[in-house]
């Protein structure tokens, strides 16, 4: 009994059974190796445009054919040419600068056009309510926002139709919204054929902003701006905006309504209206009014403006999302 409580009392201060209490038992661990981890999403920057090889799925999305699932479908399909050469594997390795690139036999850029890329086309654009931000049409009588471009590819194959250098004849830009306003939401919506670009908006690494005013039914308190900014808890997740302020309204008679300007650093106006309406606010209209340093300014509800370089460089500034309230149409 004496020697089993001696091992036991060993035992209670650490040491491995035969050691003696003079000396503890040598420390055998082998620390794990070290393994940095990967950059996430959200920290991956996305800066210039994207050179040297990549998936043929992923340059015809960059030249706005299709999405990436749908570029993979194109290619199987037989309808894609590198360098004169059918490719029906969308994990071929190619540099749209170097290599030829060819849907339905019309070039796509790249050395098919001296080795420069194919255009790209920046749109601002005042969606009107009704419009849906997707390629395809839903129930009921939505309208596309693609809609609204049908002059604009009336005028661009007319230009192309005219050509006398006798190369075939280029396909249409695939034009697609940067991001989404639903059916019931107004206000600016970038569109473009530049996939890189896109995402380079929309990624959370870019810090862009996005402004909204949504009119509400009644007048919003203080009590409730600051319920607002303190953020709303909707489900799992906790939506705090950027900013929030009751704005003046020019109509000081009407006193029924109120105006309420909302940042946003990443949200979907679905995640504006849950803001409000869950501190206890109904929501009448939604109009988003800035998209990182582009302003929606004076542009007419349902008018399609193509932006110039200068304005594509102020989408992407930070430094002109300044806390500016927005110019209302």
Known sequence: KSSNASKKSENSKGFLPGSTSESPPPFDFKLPKFRPKRATKSQVKLEGPRVGPRRLSVALAEAGVASRRGA??????????VNGKLETLPQTKVDPARDALFLDDAPLGGASQGGRPAKHFYFAVNKPKGYVCTSQRGRGNSKLIDDLFQEWLGRWAQRNSNRNDGAPLPLPPRLVPVDRLDSAATGLVLV???GRWAQQ????SSGLTKEYVVTTHEPVTRKEIRAIVDG?????????PKEAEVMADKNQSNQSRCRVRIVLEDGRPQEVRALLEGVGVRVKALKRTRV??????QLALGIVQEL????VKRVLDKSLQGNVGPTLS
């Open 201 to 204: 908006v929309c990624h959370p």
């Open 292 to 297: 990182g340093g582009f302003r929606l300014g």
């Open 72 to 81: 993979e479908e194109v290619i199987r399909s037989g309808r894609v040419k």
């Open 192 to 194: 473009t054929n530049n």
């Open 232 to 240: 709303v808890q909707i489900e799992e997740k906790l939506l705090k």
């Open 308 to 311: 110039k370089p200068n304005d």
